[in-house]
């Protein structure tokens, strides 16, 4: 089985993306989307846990072979970033969203050294704002960000944008596409959903609830 398609099916078998194209979610932007992702879900599952840090560490190997250190996203990227540099056997680090306002102002918790290679591990992307922030900070602070790597990504046109235009590459486990086609296979979705679930990847500014 594909690396995608079993990331899928783990995500959508514990609930950490719900699928409503009926009832959508409103998002804390205030976009109306009949996906919800929510994988902090599958830190209470041992075993969907540990096949994601070892499909990370995979998919960093092959994407990334001169990495030097992880870096997790402050919170949700942290967990993930634990697992893959134990596994990996490298340093770690955290960023956090901005700089701290007391002691000594880090806004990257760890060690990292001029030069090093870093991958910075987020655990699902829509915009990429957040992830594309932390990327910028680490180099500030003197990392050399080779890019990012994801659990999910909705692969919404503006997020590919952003990571264009700040010459950021990013490599995820599962998209948005994977997981509709495998939810479409197992009977999670109907065939009349697809179509408004693939309008909203399109437009989801716009997506309206027909």
Not at 41 to 67: F, G, N
Not at 153 to 176: P, R
Not at 186 to 209: A, C, F, H, M, Q
Request: with cysteine; net charge neutral; glycine share 6%.
């Amino acid at each position: 089985m594909n690396t995608d398609i079993k990331i899928a099916q783990h995500l959508l078998n514990v609930k950490a993306v719900t699928l409503s194209p009926n009832q959508p979610y409103t998002w804390a932007s205030g976009i109306k989307s009949p996906i919800y992702c929510d994988n902090r879900v599958t830190l209470s599952y041992p075993e969907v846990r540990k096949d994601i840090a070892h499909a990370l560490v995979e998919i960093i190997r092959k994407e990334y072979p001169d990495v030097e250190v992880i870096a997790g996203t402050a919170t949700a990227g942290i967990p993930q970033a634990c697992w893959v540099a134990d596994i990996m056997n490298l340093p770690m680090v955290y960023i956090r969203s901005k700089a701290k306002d007391h002691g000594k102002g880090n806004q990257i918790e760890g060690v990292i050294h001029p030069g090093q290679k870093m991958v910075v591990i987020e655990d699902l992307i829509s915009t990429g704002g957040s992830v594309i922030d932390a990327c910028l900070a680490a180099k500030n602070e003197g990392a050399n960000v080779l890019g990012v790597a994801a659990i999910f990504t909705y692969e919404l046109a503006k997020g590919i944008v952003n990571f264009n235009q700040n010459n950021i590459k990013l490599v995820s486990l599962c998209n948005y596409t994977t997981l509709v086609n495998v939810a479409k296979e197992t009977g999670y979705i109907s065939e009349d959903d697809i179509d408004t679930l693939k309008k909203w990847r399109k437009n989801p500014s716009e997506w309206i609830v027909l």
